[in-house]
């Protein structure tokens, strides 16, 4: 069966490769994609993945060509690869209803947000903030997958202690910020956002991550001239469904 290649495709990512440490492949820029085949839709329909919450994770992983440790995709990037799949598999229009009328997308028009390069020092991911109302210098870094695992397994520890604590939003301050005033100790940053971190600057540092952070602009302009997120639901990847 050799004669039967899968045909691939070259996706760039919004960070341009420039978070990541050198000699990582993420470093490059780039991921080779394969396009989807009956194998990924099993995947899209594994109820047990479904439940587990991890089913784009395993559809992803099983797409990506380029060796790459998969947990060290930052948020933004793993979307640009979410729409690549998208496209390679059910090609590049999304139908969808929004506020009761329906839209077609070309998912292919979609750019990744331009970010301020002069903000990164290439190779390293954190960025210095100094939170407007407190003063307090503090440095963050863009969630990756394995921080975003990190989290899910701390929330999910949580709720085992008391099913109506939801701490999420706090949870991700203390993984998302990697110092505050100089103080890199993890019992230090957690003690600040549990116990000092304003909700104004929480508010304050939480857009100005989503402005500078790469990313794909998954929105599109409804009917009534407003810019609007992309709905990405079941029917992003069935769309039969």
Do not use: C
């Given at each position: ?11 760039e990512?919004p960070?341009?490769g420039?978070?990541?440490p ?5 470093a ?7 396009y989807m085949?009956?194998?990924e ?5 594994n109820q047990v993945y ?26 933004g990037?793993?979307n640009?690869?979410m729409?690549?799949a998208?496209i390679l598999?059910?090609?590049k ?8 009328e329906?839209?077609?997308?070309d998912l ?11 903000l990164i020092?290439?190779?390293v ?10 003063g307090?210098?503090v ?14 397994a ?5 709720k ?18 990697t110092s505050?005033?100089?103080n890199?100790?993890t ?6 956002v549990?116990?000092?971190l304003?909700?104004?600057d929480s508010?304050?540092?939480r ?6 952070q ?12 407003e ?7 079941l ?6 469904a």
């Open positions: 069966m050799s004669e039967f290649k899968i045909p691939t495709e070259i996706v990512l960070s341009k420039l978070l990541y050198e000699g990582n492949p993420l490059e820029g780039k991921v080779e994609m394969k085949t009956a194998k839709e099993d995947i899209l329909t479904i439940k587990q919450g991890v089913v784009l994770d395993k559809l992803l992983q099983s797409l990506i060509v380029t060796k790459i440790n998969y947990d060290d995709l930052i948020v990037d793993k640009a690869l729409v690549a998208r598999g059910y090609g229009d999304y139908s969808f209803d929004f506020d009761g329906s839209y077609t997308v292919s028009t979609l750019d990744n947000k331009p970010f301020n390069e002069s020092t290439k190779g991911n954190e960025f210095t903030y100094t939170l407007p109302n407190s307090t210098d440095t963050f870094k863009i969630l990756s997958t394995s921080d975003e695992k990190a989290i899910d701390e929330l999910a520890g949580l085992k202690i008391n099913k109506d604590l939801s701490p999420e939003l706090s949870t991700r301050l203390k993984y998302i910020i505050v005033n100089g890199r100790e019992k230090t940053i957690r003690e600040f549990d116990n000092h304003l909700a104004r508010r304050l540092l857009e100005y991550i989503r402005q500078i790469p990313d794909v602009n998954l929105t599109f302009i409804s009917n009534s001239g810019e609007v997120a992309i709905p990405v639901n029917n992003f990847f069935w769309p039969d």
